[in-house]
């Protein structure tokens, strides 16, 4: 299936912790993004990487990172969690130019 | 800021019932005006998208309709269904892959 994925689907773990979450696109994309989704719902872009180049970072703690070891993936790496970074993390892709993106099934990261 | 307002926050429809969204921006840079479902659980998904060259896009019962000159796009779902309720975004892009959501509308089309 041609698709965004991203794993874990649920992660809880404790304040202070380090945790990743996994992306990989097989759509042949050239961009790739994460967003933060609060309880709101409000949808705020994070990062965004074209074939490997950070080009938005947003004003986001430094203790978010993203890393893509290839044009397929994008991986958000968060360092000392706190309770704040509780949300849904998505990870999306889209082409070059506006095609729209094409959002993975989300991450919901609970920090207790 | 929010670069794209939306509203209502949250819609209540009879089946049957056209739901209308709207949507404002002031960045006369953005020249792609996609919408996006969302259903609970679920990434949001691209629903239909419209470009400021035209003032109406229709997709079956999906219709963007869009006023460059009042900056303004709205979405209109003709006969919703119960399978329609889900959160919607509007959204806007300029051309350098920098899209940026509304605040979204909670949709509940009732039986």
């Known amino acids: 299936d041609t698709a965004v994925s991203q794993t874990p689907k649920y992660l809880v773990t404790q304040m202070g912790n380090d945790k990743s979450i996994k992306c990989e696109q097989n759509l042949g994309h050239d961009t790739m993004y994460w967003y933060k989704q609060d309880s709101k719902k409000f949808l705020k872009i994070m990062f965004s990487?074209?074939?490997?180049?950070?080009?938005i970072n947003e004003t986001v703690p430094n203790r978010f990172s993203p890393k893509s070891p290839d044009k397929a993936h994008l991986n958000l790496h968060i360092n000392s969690l706190e309770l704040g970074d509780s949300a849904v993390y998505f990870c999306?892709?889209?082409?070059?130019?506006?095609?729209?993106?094409?959002f993975g099934s989300g991450t919901r990261l609970t920090v207790v | 800021q929010q670069q794209v307002k939306q509203s209502p926050q949250s819609l209540i429809v009879q089946k049957g019932g056209i739901s209308i969204i709207n949507c404002a921006y002031e960045?006369?840079?953005?020249?792609?005006f996609p919408w996006y479902q969302q259903f609970p659980g679920k990434g949001p998904a691209l629903l239909i998208a419209?470009?400021?060259?035209?003032s109406e896009k229709k997709e079956g019962r999906f219709t963007i309709s869009f006023n460059k000159s009042a900056k303004q796009f709205s979405l209109h779902i003709m006969d919703s269904q119960p399978g329609d309720s889900a959160t919607y975004f509007c959204a806007a892009e300029t051309g350098a892959n920098n899209l940026f959501f509304g605040t979204g509308t909670r949709l509940t089309v009732i039986p």
């Open positions: 419209i470009r400021p060259d035209v």
């Open positions: 960045n006369t840079a953005f020249d792609y």
């Open positions: 990487y074209n074939n490997k180049e950070l080009i």
């Open positions: 999306a892709s889209s082409p070059d130019g506006n095609y729209g993106y094409t």
